[in-house]
């Protein structure tokens, strides 16, 4: 009977894992990918995040207006 728990154990701290390991690996990319964004808008048009921050805090509260 231990040796089941045991195992069960083992293969729920395998998912458990395997499952962060996703979320880690994909948190990553997305933080990548938006630095990517960020820095070809600056680079190629000028437009900095400070901008673009201001912008989507506009949708953000006209958003909550309505």
Avoid at 25 to 43: D, E, G, R, S, W
Wanted: charged share 10%.
């Amino acid at each position: 009977m231990e040796l089941i728990i045991v195992l069960g154990a083992i293969v729920i701290a395998i998912v458990v894992f395997g499952w962060v390991f996703k979320l880690i690996k994909n948190t990553i990319q997305t933080v990548l990918l938006v630095a990517f964004l960020l820095l070809a808008l600056y680079f190629l048009f000028g437009i900095g995040p400070g901008v673009i921050w201001e912008q989507i805090q506009t949708w953000i509260g006209g958003a909550g207006a309505r």
